[in-house]
């Protein structure tokens, strides 16, 4: 008992150590050059910060309804060498399924 006490008290002066004051460079050391287009030099605080784009929002919409693509100009064409053929945009449905099709599934059943 009085191992995992000692232990204890040694984990949390460990942990307190780090905290004893604001970050500052070394003697001798500056801190990274001002951005060009910064307003103002930026402190320890700033640089450790994450912009928000490293670290993005999570989004939990859920689609409620799918909705046609819109065509992409940078769709390659098909290995044929013909132009993609241009969605229905009439049409919501997928592209017909060929039920006679030779291609097997994932767990080698025929569609």
Same mark, same amino acid.
């Given at each position: ?30 801190l990274p050059v001002k951005p060009a287009l910064?307003? *103002?030099? =930026? +402190?320890?605080? $700033? &640089?450790?910060? @994450?912009?928000?784009? %490293?670290? /993005? #929002? ?10 046609? *693509?819109? =065509? +992409?100009?940078? $769709? &390659?064409?098909? @290995?044929?060498?013909? %132009?993609? /053929? #241009? ?25």
């Amino acid at each position: 008992m009085r191992n995992i006490l000692l232990l204890a008290a040694a984990c949390a002066a460990l942990a307190a150590c780090g905290t004893t004051g604001p970050l500052k460079p070394e003697k001798g050391e500056s801190l990274p050059v001002k951005p060009a287009l910064a307003d *103002r030099q =930026p +402190d320890a605080d $700033d &640089l450790l910060t @994450p912009p928000p784009y %490293a670290r /993005p #929002e999570r989004i939990d919409e859920l689609v409620k309804r799918s909705t046609p *693509r819109e =065509p +992409d100009r940078f $769709d &390659l064409p098909p @290995p044929e060498g013909g %132009a993609a /053929p #241009e969605p229905d945009p009439a049409s919501d449905v997928d592209d017909p399924v060929d039920q006679d099709s030779d291609i097997e599934g994932p767990e080698g059943a025929s569609r």
